[in-house]
C-alpha cells in the first residue's frame, strides 16, 4: 500500500544493519502471527529495539505491526515523523482512552497491533506486572492475543546506556499460539494466560540461547538471578 511506503523502507534499512551488525536471528512460531486479519501481538521488552525484531517475525509473514509507544517517541524531531508515518500508536498515559480508542481502529481495520505489557524495559531481563491493556484489548475486539517473547535483544541497545554493536550476537523471538477469548472473558484471566505462556516461552529461550558470557563483566545481560560471577 502507498500509505506504508516509509514503513517498508525502515524494514529493509533495518535489514541492512542487522547483516551489519552480523545478528544471527532464532525466530520460532513466526506461523501464528495470522496473515490476514487483525491480532494484538503482546511482548516482553528488552531493549530500544524490540520493536524492530518484532516486525521482522511479523515481515516473514507479510505483515506490518503498528505499536503502541511512548507519547515522547512522537514528539522526537527525529523518531517522530518516522512513527507517524509507520502509524504507530502513540500512548500519553495522562489519556490512555485516547490510545486505546486508535488500537481498536486499527484492528477494525484488520491491522496487527503491537503492545508492550510491561510499559517499559525490564532492568532484571524477566518479566515485570503487566498492565491489562493487551488483554482488554483481545477481550473487547474480539481478536487473538498472539504472546511474543524476545531474548538477547537487551545485547544490542538497552537502558543504562547499556549498548553493544559487538558483531554476531543471538537474537530470539518466539511466537506462541494466540489466545482466542471469548466475549464475556474476564481481562485479568486472559492477561494471567498470557502471561503464563511467556513465562513458559521465555524460560525455554533463555534455556536455548548458545552464546554465553564472555567473561563475568559480561554476565550483566543475564537474567538478575544468574548476573553473580562464576564460580
Known amino acids: 500500500m502507498p500509505r506504508d511506503r516509509t514503513y517498508r523502507v525502515v524494514v529493509r534499512v533495518f535489514r541492512i544493519v542487522f547483516r551489519l551488525l552480523g545478528l544471527r536471528f532464532d525466530v520460532r512460531g513466526a506461523e501464528h502471527i495470522p496473515r490476514h486479519g487483525p491480532a494484538v501481538l503482546a511482548s516482553n521488552h528488552l531493549s530500544y529495539l524490540d520493536f524492530t525484531f518484532i516486525g521482522l517475525a511479523a515481515s516473514s509473514r507479510h505483515r506490518l505491526v503498528r505499536f503502541m509507544a511512548k507519547h515522547a517517541t512522537f514528539a522526537n524531531p527525529v523518531s517522530g515523523p518516522l512513527m507517524r508515518a509507520m502509524r504507530h500508536i502513540p500512548v500519553d498515559r495522562s489519556s490512555g482512552a485516547a490510545a486505546y480508542r486508535r488500537a481498536a481502529r486499527e484492528l477494525a481495520a484488520g491491522e496487527l497491533v503491537g503492545i508492550f505489557p510491561e510499559a517499559t524495559i525490564s532492568r532484571s531481563f524477566t518479566l515485570k506486572s503487566f498492565k491489562l491493556g493487551a488483554a482488554t484489548l483481545?477481550?473487547?475486539?474480539?481478536?487473538?492475543?498472539?504472546?511474543?517473547?524476545?531474548?538477547?535483544?537487551?545485547?544490542?541497545?538497552?537502558?543504562?546506556?547499556?549498548?553493544?554493536?559487538?558483531?554476531?550476537?543471538?537474537?530470539?523471538?518466539?511466537?506462541?499460539?494466540?489466545?482466542?477469548?471469548?466475549?464475556g472473558d474476564d481481562p485479568r484471566d486472559v492477561d494471567a494466560e498470557l502471561r503464563r505462556r511467556m513465562d513458559e516461552l521465555l524460560a525455554i529461550a533463555v534455556r536455548d540461547y548458545p552464546d554465553r558470557p564472555r567473561d563475568d563483566a559480561d554476565r550483566w545481560w543475564l537474567p538478575a538471578a544468574d548476573r553473580l560471577p562464576s564460580g
Request: hydrophobic share 50%; aromatic share 8%.
Open 138 to 183: 483481545a477481550v473487547r475486539e474480539q481478536v487473538p492475543l498472539v504472546p511474543v517473547v524476545l531474548w538477547g535483544a537487551q545485547r544490542t541497545f538497552t537502558v543504562d546506556r547499556r549498548y553493544s554493536v559487538r558483531r554476531g550476537k543471538t537474537i530470539m523471538v518466539f511466537v506462541g499460539e494466540a489466545i482466542v477469548a471469548a466475549p
